[in-house]
């Protein structure tokens, strides 16, 4: 304990010590960050404003908007202050606060995603119930649940974490708070707790993912029973953005995950943080509204409103 109490503060890893190079990487993430933040806030009020789109899928997908605001803007600002200040500085608190928020979004936007694919399974499988199972409560309900599944994971994992004494070192391979690296820099033996919730969390995850691929199983087999062309199209169209929002945050958090922490290098890690930190919340709202006639139609009657509100 008192190793933990003497650690005031943590070294984040930098892309570089090049100040020109440093610069370079602070306008690359303002690049990123601000496509990241408006294209969720982009949905978030095409779909507030239209209320054609006051349906259970888009619900979510706004549940998922904010959750990709959450997680953008627990990492990325605080890497853009360093570069800019020429630091690698955070605080113990503040390191804490890093871990805790984003592990409470990305639990949250995995869990909502699971309830996306029930969702979706229900609208195409069992069309008929679909507006009594998917009724504005039991919506509000899934929600609130994964939100409160996300809060309370995040809670014990990053409780678990911080309870550890850091002695070895206060220098993070990484460019934010990372649980992996900092279980790097614990002095104790005593990784039977961290060992039991990791494979908690993988047991979690599976069966999330057990359920998604069971779920689009049926999905796919009720689409191919569809006579019609038009049919098969219009239902695939409808879950093709989320099947693939969920394939590009499997592979970007498996591949960061589960690779062997202690054999790999410094630069591999930092990428692997940039890839499933930045790229699911920069890409999933160009994903939903490329692949959905709806979202579409909903960004173009926005922008037509907002012009015409200038005007």
């Given at each position: 304990m008192s190793n933990r109490t003497t650690l005031t503060e943590f070294l984040l890893l930098g892309f570089c010590d090049v100040r020109e190079l440093q610069i370079l990487h602070f306008v690359m993430f303002v690049v990123f960050y601000l496509a990241g933040l408006m294209g969720n806030l982009l949905i978030i009020a095409a779909v507030g404003l239209n209320h054609h789109l006051h349906t259970p899928m888009y619900f979510f997908l706004v549940n998922l908007s904010i959750l990709d605001l959450g997680s953008i803007s627990v990492t990325i600002p605080k890497s853009m202050a360093n570069s800019l200040m020429n630091t690698r500085l955070i605080s113990y608190p503040g390191c804490v606060t890093q871990v805790f928020l984003f592990l409470l979004f990305v639990a949250t936007d995995f869990a909502l995603?699971?309830?996306?694919?029930?969702?979706?399974?229900?609208?195409?499988?069992?069309?008929?119930?679909?507006?009594?199972?998917?009724?504005?409560?039991?919506?509000?309900?899934?929600?609130?649940?994964a939100w409160i599944t996300g809060i309370v994971y995040s809670a014990l994992h990053t409780g678990n974490?911080?309870?550890?004494?850091?002695?070895?070192?206060?220098?993070?391979?990484?460019?934010?708070?990372?649980?992996?690296?900092?279980?790097?820099?614990?002095?104790?033996?005593?990784?039977?707790?961290?060992?039991?919730?990791?494979?908690?969390?993988?047991?979690?995850?599976?069966?999330?993912?057990?359920?998604?691929?069971?779920?689009?199983?049926?999905?796919?087999?009720?689409?191919?029973?569809?006579?019609?062309?038009?049919?098969?199209?219009?239902?695939?169209?409808?879950?093709?953005?989320?099947?693939?929002?969920?394939?590009?945050?499997?592979?970007?958090?498996?591949?960061?995950y589960l690779k062997p922490i202690s054999s790999s290098a410094s630069g591999l890690d930092l990428m692997m943080g940039v890839l499933y930190s930045l790229v699911p919340p920069v890409m999933n709202p160009i994903i939903y509204s490329m692949r959905n006639k709806e979202t579409k139609a909903a960004l173009k009657k926005l922008f037509v409103w907002r012009f015409f509100t200038i005007n």
């Open positions: 995603l699971t309830i996306m694919a029930y969702d979706r399974y229900v609208a195409i499988c069992q069309p008929l119930h679909y507006e009594s199972i998917m009724n504005r409560r039991a919506c509000v309900q899934m929600a609130a649940s974490t911080f309870r550890l004494p850091f002695c070895h070192s206060n220098v993070i391979n990484q460019f934010f708070c990372e649980i992996p690296q900092l279980l790097k820099l614990t002095c104790s033996d005593s990784y039977l707790s961290e060992v039991v919730l990791l494979a908690f969390s993988v047991f979690l995850c599976l069966n999330c993912f057990v359920f998604i691929i069971v779920s689009y199983v049926q999905i796919f087999k009720t689409v191919l029973r569809i006579p019609s062309e038009q049919g098969r199209h219009k239902a695939f169209s409808t879950c093709l953005p989320h099947l693939t929002v969920v394939s590009l945050f499997l592979c970007t958090s498996f591949f960061a």
